[in-house]
């Protein structure tokens, strides 16, 4: 009789949404994708390199659009316009959200006058002498990798989920890390902190996230800090005139107009 009532408790509890399936890791992350909702995005950001002593302030402009049936894809040109020596550099990555499929990725130089594909180990390399990689300029699709949520933990005082994100064993070999541990925030869906492991599981750098705001009715993040201690640098991002939905023209992300 007892167990017969507390079974029908727990399913008028169920009915009535009174006890919640605890998400998965993929579904944080699913919900975490899903807070830039736009079309399109246009913004400027100032990027700050210290390495020791010295300290590299770098310029740009950002221009992104989403592709596909879901607006799942997508484009972004960053285009640098200071200081003199890199001003005109341009990245262009077509990121895709099917995992089977590889994200490309260019570069223009304009000293050279030559437009460079960036594929495989490439990917790897330093973003601009940044503690960033090119990888990490990506739109990495969720199914990239493997979430598992292992817990719960605050940062900074904001409660946030902790979902570990390992790539697909046949995506490994074209990334620099072993696994993401991922700091979600609970409230925004958006990441308070990501650390970075390599390949041989160490932790290789963090980064921190900062600046939430929301613009044109999409939260949104403005500063981020990577951290590389065993190199003893860093690199700070700052966001700014960001807007959404401009109506960007496809022209603006073919490989053929980076040389502009």
């Known amino acids: 009789m007892i167990r017969s009532t507390i079974i029908l408790m727990f399913t008028i509890f169920l009915s009535a949404g009174l006890v919640h399936a605890e998400p998965t890791g993929r579904d944080i992350m699913l919900k975490s994708d899903d807070v830039d909702n736009s079309r399109d995005a246009v913004m400027s950001s100032m990027m700050v390199i210290e390495r020791g002593s010295s300290k590299l302030i770098r310029r740009m402009e950002s221009r992104t659009k989403q592709y596909g049936e879901n607006l799942k894809d997508e484009r972004t040109l960053i285009r640098f316009v200071e200081p003199a020596d890199v001003h005109d550099t341009a990245y262009l990555t077509w990121s895709y959200d099917d995992p089977e499929r590889e994200d490309d990725m260019w570069v223009y130089l304009p000293a050279e006058s030559l437009v460079r594909r960036i594929s495989g180990g490439g990917k790897k390399g330093a973003f601009m002498r940044s503690d960033l990689a090119n990888e990490d300029i990506e739109d990495r699709a969720v199914d990239d990798d493997e979430h598992t949520l292992t ?20 995506l490994k070999k074209d990334t620099n890390y072993s696994k993401r541990v991922q700091f979600i925030r609970k409230d925004l869906y958006l990441p308070a902190r990501i650390d970075y492991y390599d390949k041989r ?5 963090t980064a921190t996230f900062g600046g939430y705001k929301q613009i044109d009715g999409i939260w949104t993040v403005t500063r981020f800090l990577y951290e590389t201690p065993r190199r003893k640098t860093r690199t700070l991002f700052q966001r700014s005139n960001i807007s959404y939905n401009q109506g960007l023209d496809d022209a603006l992300f073919l490989q053929n107009n980076l040389m502009r």
């Open 201 to 205: 599981g160490k932790l290789l750098k």
């Open 151 to 170: 817990g719960e933990e605050d940062v900074s005082g904001i409660a946030c989920y902790v979902v570990e994100s390992v790539p697909r064993p046949e």
